[in-house]
C-alpha cells in the first residue's frame, strides 16, 4: 500500500517532476536539431567534394554551407551538454522532494548522469590530441577508460530504473515512466549489438571482396609477392591512403569513383551494411520514443496525499433553566 503524504510534499514532488520533463524537452529538440543539421553537412560536404572536380563554384559553394550546417549542428550540441546539466540538477531536486524509500536510487540516477557528463568532457578534451604522434596512444587509452566508466555508469541506471518501476511507493504514473524509460535502455542495447555485428560483416565482406579483385594475377591465382606494398608511403596510415595507395589531397574524381565501385561491388557487403544501419537507426527511434515518453509519464504522476481532516460539527447546549425559565 503506498505511503499518503501531504499536500506540501506533493506539490514539492509536482514540481520537480515537471521540471524534469521540460528540460528533457529541451534536450530532445537540441538534440534532434543537432543530428539533422550534423547529417545535413556531411551530406552537403560530400557533395561538394564530388562535384569540385567538373563545377568547382558549385562544390566550393556546398562546402561552404556543409561549414556553416555544421557549425550550427555543433553550437546545438553544446546547447543539448548544458541541458543535460540542467537535467542533473532537477535529478538532485527530484531526489529532495521523493519518499526515503525512492531517495537512494534517484541519487544513484544523478550520480550516473553527473559521470556521463564529464566522461563526455574529459574524453572530448583528450581525444583533441589524437593527432599528435605517441601522445595519441596515451591519450586513446585514457579516452577508452572513460568510455569504459560512462559505459558502467549506463549499466547501472539500467538498473536502477528496473528498481524504481517496481518500487511499493512509487506513485502509478512515474512506474509507468520508468518502465518505459527502462524497456528504451533495454532496445537500445539489443539494436545497438545486432547492428554492429552486420556492420562488422559488411567489413569483412568488403575486405574479402577487396582482396579478390586487387590481389590476383592474371592467370587467376594469389600473388605472394607483396612489393607492392613498398609503394605506400609508410607514414602515413590513413585509411583512404591505405586502401588506395596515394595521399589524399591527390585524389581524383575517377580515384573516388573507383573507391566507391569497389565498396558497392559485392552484394553481400551492402546488404549487411545497410541491414546493420536500418536496425541501429530503428532501435535509436524507437528508444528515443520510448525514452521521452517515459519522462513525459513521470511528469504527470502525483504523490497520494493523506485526507484532508474532517471538520466537526459544533452542537450548540442550552442549559436546562434556560429552558424551564422559556415556558
Not at 73 to 97: G, H, T
Not at 170 to 184: C, E, H, L, N, Q
Not at 267 to 272: F, I, P, T
Request: glycine share 6%; proline share 2%; with cysteine.
Amino acid at each position: 500500500m503506498a505511503i499518503q503524504h501531504t499536500i506540501e510534499s506533493a506539490q514539492r514532488w509536482k514540481a520537480a517532476v515537471e521540471k524534469l520533463w521540460k528540460t528533457q524537452r529541451s534536450v530532445l529538440i537540441f538534440g534532434v536539431s543537432s543530428s539533422v543539421l550534423a547529417t545535413l553537412a556531411a551530406t552537403l560536404l560530400a557533395m561538394g567534394i564530388v562535384l569540385s572536380f567538373d563545377t568547382p563554384i558549385l562544390g566550393t559553394t556546398l562546402i561552404i554551407f556543409a561549414a556553416l550546417f555544421g557549425i550550427a549542428a555543433f553550437v546545438f550540441a553544446v546547447i543539448m551538454y548544458v541541458k543535460n546539466w540542467v537535467f542533473y540538477f532537477d535529478l538532485k531536486r527530484w531526489q529532495e522532494s521523493s519518499p526515503l524509500t525512492l531517495s537512494n536510487n534517484i541519487r544513484t540516477l544523478a550520480i550516473c548522469t553527473l559521470i556521463t557528463l564529464i566522461s563526455a568532457l574529459v574524453a572530448g578534451f583528450f581525444d583533441s590530441f589524437s593527432v599528435i604522434p605517441y601522445v595519441s596512444i596515451v591519450t586513446s587509452a585514457i579516452s577508452s577508460l572513460v568510455g569504459f566508466c560512462a559505459f558502467v555508469a549506463e549499466i547501472v541506471k539500467l538498473v536502477t530504473y528496473y528498481k524504481l518501476k517496481g518500487a511499493e511507493d512509487m506513485p502509478a504514473g512515474a512506474k509507468s515512466g520508468t518502465r518505459s524509460i527502462f524497456y528504451s535502455y533495454i532496445v537500445n542495447f539489443v539494436c545497438a549489438f545486432i547492428g554492429m555485428i552486420f556492420i562488422s560483416g559488411s567489413i569483412v565482406a568488403f575486405g574479402i571482396n577487396y582482396i579478390d579483385d586487387n590481389h590476383h594475377n592474371e592467370y587467376g591465382y594469389y600473388d605472394d609477392d607483396l612489393d607492392y606494398l613498398d609503394d605506400y608511403d609508410e607514414t602515413d596510415n590513413r585509411l583512404l591512403t591505405g586502401i588506395l595507395g596515394k595521399d589524399f589531397d591527390d585524389l581524383t574524381e575517377e580515384d573516388i569513383e573507383d573507391f566507391y565501385d569497389e565498396i558497392t561491388d559485392s552484394a553481400a557487403a551492402v546488404a549487411l551494411f545497410i541491414l546493420g544501419f536500418v536496425v541501429i537507426l530503428v532501435g535509436t527511434i524507437i528508444k528515443m520514443l520510448l525514452y521521452y515518453r517515459g519522462w513525459w509519464l513521470v511528469s504527470k504522476s502525483e504523490l497520494e496525499v493523506l485526507p484532508e481532516p474532517a471538520e466537526e460539527t459544533v452542537v450548540e447546549y442550552t442549559p436546562y433553566e434556560e429552558i424551564v425559565e422559556e415556558k
